[in-house]
């Protein structure tokens, strides 16, 4: 079956940068898109990356600009800069096991693993 760990949250200051990490296992769709989504306290969890191929990507509105994606294989990578207090959340790592490209958007239905998330907090 598949698993999926983050790392790479810590509490930082705003406008500081971030790097998290999310390595798979028992995943074999190298090809297809994983993502990034947050959950903060008191809001719904949203989308904030994903990606299908490198030249490939989605953001959500609100980090574009500031974060950005990478995938190699069953790893994906969020880079983050010019963090703000609002971007604290846990953040988790999704991957799909769908193949079209269209389904790699910031939808959870379309995510299907989950790792346990990562906690980012900006101050």
């Known amino acids: 079956h598949v698993q999926l760990v983050e790392s790479g949250g810590v509490s930082v200051e705003a406008g500081g940068s971030l790097r998290l990490s999310c390595a798979a296992s028992?995943?074999?769709?190298?090809?297809?898109?994983m993502g990034w989504f947050r959950q903060a306290p008191g809001k719904e969890r949203e989308g904030v990356a994903s990606?299908?191929?490198?030249?490939m990507t989605t953001y959500a509105d609100s980090v574009k600009g500031r974060f950005t994606i990478s995938k190699d294989h069953a790893k994906t990578v969020l880079r983050m800069d010019g963090l703000k207090p609002e971007d604290t959340a846990m953040y988790y790592c999704?991957?799909?096991?769908?193949?079209?490209?269209?389904?790699?958007?910031?939808?959870?239905?379309?995510?299907?693993?989950w790792g346990q998330g990562t906690q980012v907090t900006v101050s």
């Open positions: 990606t299908h191929t490198r030249l």
């Open positions: 028992g995943y074999t769709y190298s090809s297809y898109c």
């Open positions: 999704a991957a799909s096991r769908y193949a079209g490209s269209s389904y790699c958007d910031l939808s959870r239905q379309n995510y299907h693993y």
